[in-house]
């Protein structure tokens, strides 16, 4: 059973991203936009606005998206992931570094190491990488397509045809990141939904393996240490047994793991 944090533990997190009260309000719900509709600048709200719930609103059930908190109260690191994916929370995991390598330890220890808030935080980082795994990344093709498209416009002095290729560049970019970011949602919040692994032709890395496997323990339960002294739990040995190796080599890869967490 995944680790469930608190509307404290979401404060803190968001308290020093600088975030709270200006785009983010809390109640005990969770966390809500902090910013209203503005038509004037309606593009600029509404994504400040964003939930991950509006990626889901055209399944059936779903909840209205208006009344679905950003980020629940309690939540888990894989909504926690979700909620950082665009919007308000892409700046609050901007702070807290690259989702290749993050969280970086300066903007993590910004955070009450006595606090479980700085786990949520890690296990996201980690949940996001998983989830990337799954779905990859977004098309970079069709971002480089609109760039150019732009560029092209710009430096046409606002030519009508530049104008209408930047603009059906802009939609097929629109089009293309929206599906990625409903496929990383429904990976993180439904992980029974999620895109089938991309065959890649390489195995993955020191680095991946070792992240997999962290997060593996993290969801068979255990609780994983927040420094790099602390013994790890007993029950990694079933963990080993479940991916048939030994407890030996589980315990080097969580060692070197937790090394680049917290050894920095």
Known sequence: MEA?????????????????????????????????????????TEGLRWRPARQLQHLPGAPEVKDTPMLPNPFTARELAAFMLDGAGALVADFYGEWDDGPDPDSLRAIDPDSKARRAVTEAFTAYRMAIEKVGKYDMDALARRDAAHTAYWKSSNDKAFSKAFEDAQAEWDAAYQAWLTKMVRCLLEPQAAAPALHVATEPTQEQRQTYRWQLCIDAGLTMPEDTYSHLPRGIGKVAESLGITRQALQQDLNAHRERLFGK
């Not at 997190?13 to 709270?20: A, P, Y």
């Open 4 to 44: 469930e944090y608190n509307i404290e533990h979401a404060r803190e997190i968001l308290e020093q991203s600088g975030l709270l009260g200006k785009y983010l309000l809390l109640d005990e719900r969770g966390v809500w936009p902090g910013i209203e509709r503005d038509l004037l600048l309606l593009t600029e």
